[in-house]
């Protein structure tokens, strides 16, 4: 049997097999999906648990003597195998076979492994682990469907995120889903708002300078205290994605006005500084804003050497149609 992370809750309500490998290199899920069976086997009757970490070949001699031993109480146990490498070799899996067709009724036997290639799924282990328990592999959320799996997990927490809000989450955290439902959880716990604003005030740690007083100066056209809070927002240890999430978030908005005349006004942003935007566009290039702002990008993802503190500045610089230097001609080609 093969099920994946979503459906594996569903399966374990309904019946617990004898075995059950979860693979895959993405921590949070492949931690959630062992979590499940450890706490269905538990509440079913299998109160005991024994780890074994397999990193040489004499660490199976552990396991399989262990499986062959009787419990020391006589319970129902949770036999927990922990691979380092996906391919752990012909003698391990042979071992493997062995306890999986045994099919010891006392115990669960859960392996945890990293991601399999294509010849290790195809190992006799595993499809002996297919045949009499299931194998729930684990992937990475792709990108198009990251804030999707945030909204979902936040409404699982009781948040209820608009998607202003879930778009920061995703700046922030860049596709770690740990770090995302770790931030998910700070939201809970403080009782952040639903919109950007309340969720940005949590995660920014309140700060003095925050990046909606930046994204409003540089919209308003004041070149003096746009830097000014950008200096202060830099100096308090803000991380560098928040600050370009507003900056590239108050484009969107400007292009947003100029296409619908009246709207794009998000954040609840004071209307003065987007409507002073709009009485300046002839003087702005959005091409050469996003320019710029994609090179801020690959620099705080160290794919382009620079500060990318400087690049923000001239960002904004731009934005108030104040521009200090300009951006490269090769971006636009």
Avoid at 62 to 85: C, I, N, Q, Y
Avoid at 166 to 172: C, D, G, I, P, V
Avoid at 303 to 315: I, N
Wanted: charged share 25%; proline share 5%; glycine share 8%.
């Amino acid at each position: 049997m093969k099920l994946t992370p979503d459906s594996l809750e569903a399966h374990l309500a309904q019946k617990v097999l004898p075995a059950y490998l979860i693979s895959g290199d993405e921590p949070l899920l492949a931690a959630e999906a062992a979590d499940a069976v450890r706490a269905r086997a538990r509440a079913v009757g299998f109160t005991e648990r024994e780890v074994h970490f397999v990193e040489r070949a004499a660490d199976w001699e552990g396991v399989r003597a262990s499986a062959g031993a009787l419990s020391l109480f006589g319970s129902r146990r949770v036999l927990e195998v922990r691979l380092s490498s996906g391919r752990p070799g012909a003698a391990a899996g042979a071992v493997l076979v062995t306890l999986l067709e045994r099919a010891d009724p006392d115990t669960v036997l859960l392996i945890l492994a990293p991601r399999l290639d294509r010849d290790a799924q195809s190992a006799k282990w595993v499809q002996a682990v297919e045949q009499h328990g299931a194998w729930v592999p684990v992937w990475p959320v792709e990108a198009g469907k990251f804030i999707p799996w945030l909204r979902a997990r936040s409404r699982r927490l009781g948040l209820s995120l608009d998607a202003q809000a879930l778009e920061l989450l995703a700046a922030r955290t860049e596709g770690n889903l740990l770090a995302a439902h770790q931030e998910l959880e700070k939201l809970q716990l403080l009782g952040s708002g639903t919109g950007a604003a309340g969720a940005l005030e949590a995660l920014a740690d309140s700060a003095r300078f925050d990046v909606f007083r930046l994204s409003e100066a540089a919209l308003a056209g004041d070149p003096g205290r746009s830097l000014r809070v950008l200096a202060g927002l830099r100096a308090e240890g803000t991380e560098p994605t928040l600050v370009l999430w507003a900056l590239t978030k108050a484009l969107r908005d400007l292009a947003g006005a100029l296409k619908r005349p009246g709207g794009g006004r998000g954040w609840q942003r004071p209307s003065a500084a987007l409507d002073a935007a709009v009485r300046r566009a002839g003087r702005l290039s959005l091409r050469a804003l996003i320019v710029r702002a994609a090179r801020a990008d690959r620099m705080i993802k160290g794919r382009l050497r620079g500060d990318p503190w400087d690049e923000m500045a001239l960002l904004a610089a731009d934005l108030c149609a104040r521009p200090a230097v300009s951006a490269p001609r090769s971006m636009f080609k």
